[in-house]
């Protein structure tokens, strides 16, 4: 279409729209093979907090998708790089995996808490002496347990200290089924402490700053693209950019119409077009 003709910056979400787990989506690699070939700029925006970027380079490269590290931009990057930003020098008590500690480490925050906890919560409760965290952070943590929230709301409210978020995504595409996001574990901690959390991911201003700090994009010639209406499609919207919908990943059919049924109330979550997947973008 002609909106995508005129597009020079291209951002594309990972999870349910160039990959599913450890395979290719359908069209990616010859999609994105394309729009370099023909001068477009390429980035890749997820807000899976697992890995850092050079892992996700390395994913890239695994996978046969010719992406430089320097175009993949990740939830643990940007938080890293926002606290930083922001003068925090931590240490940060962290709900997360090895992704978002290899990010704080870049930039010299000091942090911990990543990894399995099984601490019991009377321990905790008896040694608590005072809080040494200069605050939170909730990223994806397949480890997260009671334990875990626990000792974030007792650091929050005890030591009245800030409370950030990588993202709020409810579920991740995982091949055939669907797994939690972080937003339930952010939910969980705010639901606890009565605190709302400075988050950096998609949809939010600081990933669509980051883009533009690289590569000077404009927003009337960049377009997202996307599977999630809340993440991608808002991100689009919000920042006055094109939008695109793929089908392959967490929106189905029966969710994009409900969003179409109120165009008003849903007026951010709408996208400016839709396809079956990236392999459509192509024809």
Known sequence: CNMLKSC???????DGTIWHQ???IDGAADLIHYLKKTGRSVFLLTNNSTKSVEQYHEKCMTLGLD???SHIICASQITAYSLKKMGVKGPLYVIGETGMALELDKHGI???GTGPDFQPCTEFKANYTGCTAKGVVVAADIDFNYVKLLKAANFIMKGGI??????????DACGEFFIPGTGPLVDAVKKATGVEPIVFGKPNKPIWDFVQEKCCAV???TIMVGDRLDTDIKLGRKFGLHSALVMTGVTSEKILQGVRADPVKNALLIPEVVFSGVRQMLQ
């Not at 020079?8 to 990972?14: G, I, S, V």
């Not at 950030?164 to 409810?170: F, H, L, V």
């Open 219 to 221: 927003a009337e010639t």
């Open 110 to 112: 000091a942090h911990f």
């Open 67 to 69: 992406m430089e590290a």
């Open 22 to 24: 450890d395979k290719l």
């Open 162 to 171: 800030p409370f950030y978020g990588t993202n709020e995504d409810a579920v």
């Open 8 to 14: 020079k910056t291209f951002m594309f979400d990972a």
